[in-house]
């Protein structure tokens, strides 16, 4: 650049777009077959033949699993921009879980071999659901992480703030799908009684409202930082 002439401005660079799943996998180049689930309806059994992975638009759906004993236990809540039976693109030939949608829910069902042709052709796609499954990997380890050092409040504070997808949606409340203690408790380990006891107590100190739906507020945060 010569002396005395004013600097080139440079054209500042767009901001990337985050990929959107849900308008790629809706879109008219995918081929998804659609379902629409009404509140307790089973989208996949255990035990049944994996060959679809779904992707959940609208609802929610709970994970659950029987023991040969006849017991069961629900081990994850799965809402908007999840994805549920991924594990058949790893050879996984049937359901290791029960999904069952907690409200009304619409997900879109991609057969093995069409899900696993838009991973290899679609690198944008791919990489979006790598992140996905390594963020879904470390949630993971955080769960067993909390059942061995933390005690049942603090579990069934997470379990609330994760229900109500603290992080990934900024809002100061969010109300919850319909659940029971029941439900609660089988999440957190613990006991339908402990779960009545630590809800009053969250909501007498206003972190929820708790009037047949549950609405949490950010505030119950303070509960799992607080040591």
């Known amino acids: 650049m010569m002396p005395g002439m004013p600097p080139v401005a440079r054209r500042a660079r767009p901001a990337a777009r985050a990929f959107d799943v849900d308008a790629f ?39 659950s699993v029987v023991s040969s004993a006849g017991k069961e236990r629900v081990v994850g809540m799965l809402g908007p921009g999840d ?7 790893t050879g996984q030939p049937l359901r290791m879980c029960t999904a069952t949608a907690v409200a009304a829910t ?32 470390i949630r993971i380890e955080e769960d067993l992480v909390d059942q061995l050092f933390n005690s049942s409040e603090k579990r069934l504070a997470r ?27 089988e999440m957190v380990g613990t006991t339908r009684s402990r779960v009545n006891f630590f809800m009053n107590k969250f909501r007498k100190l206003g972190f929820i409202d708790y009037n047949g739906v549950i609405t949490v507020h950010t ?8 040591d």
């Open 25 to 63: 996998l809706a879109g008219p180049r995918v081929s998804t077959r659609g379902r629409r689930l009404l509140s307790g309806a089973v989208l996949f059994a255990q035990g049944d033949p994996a060959t679809s992975v779904c992707y959940i638009r609208h609802g929610n759906v709970k994970l």
């Open 159 to 185: 379990v609330l703030l994760l229900l109500a997808r603290y992080g990934r949606e900024s809002r100061d409340q969010r109300v919850l799908p319909r659940l029971s203690q029941e439900s609660l408790a």
């Open 106 to 137: 619409e997900v879109l069902v991609l057969r093995r071999a069409r899900m696993a042709r838009l991973l290899h052709e679609h690198p944008a796609f791919s990489e979006r659901f790598i992140s996905y499954m390594l963020a879904r990997n």
């Open 219 to 226: 505030a119950l945060l303070s509960v799992v930082l607080h």
């Open 83 to 89: 994805f549920v039976g991924e594990g058949c693109l």
